[in-house]
C-alpha cells in the first residue's frame, strides 16, 4: 500500500515553461487536494477535489490548473511558470466521512523552483 | 476571514518535559480538527484528531484538548523526546466548508537534551 505518491520529487523550471506535478493515491479516498508550502510557512489550499470530474478552487489557484479524471489521479498544473511559484507543493487524499480517523494522508511534496 | 493560528511560532522545551502546542481558530463552524507533525523535508503526517462533540482525546504520549468557547485547541505532548522535533500544524475542516482542510502556520518545536 503505497498511499500517497508524488512525482517528480524536485524539479527547477525557467520563467514560462510548463509542467504537471503528478499525484496519484491507492487508497480509494475520493477526497484529494494540493497544497503549497512556502519556507516558514503553512499550507496554503490550492485545488481541491471531491471526486472524479469533480474539482474546486481553494486560497490560491492563480496560475493553475487541476483535472480529475480518475479517483487515483488529481494532476497540478503550471502552464506559465513564475518565480512566485517556488514553493514546495504536497498532494494529499482523505476518506469523505467526517469523523474521527478521516485525517488526510499526505504525498512527500514536489520542490519546485522556477528562475 | 476566517483563519486557523498558533500563539508561538517556536517552543523549546528539555527532552523528558511536557509540551503544549496552542492553536486558535476563528470559525466558529469547524467541527473537525487534525493535529499534523513535519519533520524537515517530510509531509505532514497525522498526530491525533478530535471532532467538535468531543472536548478531549488522547493517543499514545499525545493528548489534543478542544475549548469551543474560546476557540482554542491544544496539543500535550508527554515525555517530550528528540524525535518530537518538528514543526506543528492545527488544521481545521468548517461544516459546510466543501471538506476542505485549512492550516495554520505552525509551530517550530526543539527539543534541547
Known amino acids: 500500500n503505497a498511499g500517497v505518491t508524488q512525482t517528480p520529487k524536485f524539479r527547477i523550471l525557467k520563467i514560462g515553461q510548463s509542467m504537471t506535478l503528478q499525484c496519484a493515491q491507492d487508497m480509494n479516498h475520493n477526497y484529494m487536494y494540493w497544497y503549497r508550502q512556502d519556507p516558514g510557512m503553512g499550507l496554503k489550499l490550492i485545488y481541491y477535489s471531491v471526486g472524479a470530474g469533480i474539482t474546486d478552487k481553494g486560497e490560491v489557484p492563480n496560475g493553475y490548473n487541476v483535472s480529475r479524471s480518475t479517483t487515483e489521479d488529481f494532476p497540478l498544473r503550471l502552464e506559465l511558470a513564475a518565480p512566485s511559484q517556488t514553493s514546495v507543493y504536497f498532494c494529499?487524499?482523505?476518506?469523505?466521512?467526517?469523523?474521527?480517523?478521516?485525517?488526510?494522508?499526505f504525498g512527500q511534496g514536489t520542490r519546485l523552483t522556477v528562475v | 476571514g476566517e483563519s486557523v493560528g498558533l500563539h508561538l511560532p517556536t517552543l523549546s522545551v528539555q527532552e523528558g518535559d511536557n509540551s503544549i502546542i496552542n492553536c486558535a481558530y476563528s470559525?466558529?463552524?469547524?467541527?473537525?480538527f487534525i493535529w499534523y507533525k513535519q519533520e524537515s523535508g517530510k509531509g505532514p503526517q497525522f498526530i491525533i484528531d478530535?471532532?467538535?462533540?468531543?472536548d478531549k482525546r488522547q493517543g499514545q504520549r499525545v493528548t489534543v484538548l478542544l475549548n469551543k468557547t474560546v476557540k482554542h485547541l491544544s496539543l500535550q505532548i508527554a515525555a517530550t523526546q528528540p524525535g518530537d522535533s518538528a514543526v506543528y500544524f492545527c488544521a481545521e475542516n468548517p461544516t459546510g466548508g466543501g471538506n476542505k482542510l485549512t492550516f495554520g502556520t505552525g509551530t517550530q518545536l526543539k527539543v534541547e537534551l
Open positions: 494529499a487524499s482523505r476518506h469523505p466521512h467526517r469523523g474521527t480517523g478521516t485525517e488526510a494522508f
Open positions: 470559525n466558529s463552524a469547524s467541527d473537525y
Open positions: 478530535i471532532r467538535s462533540n468531543m
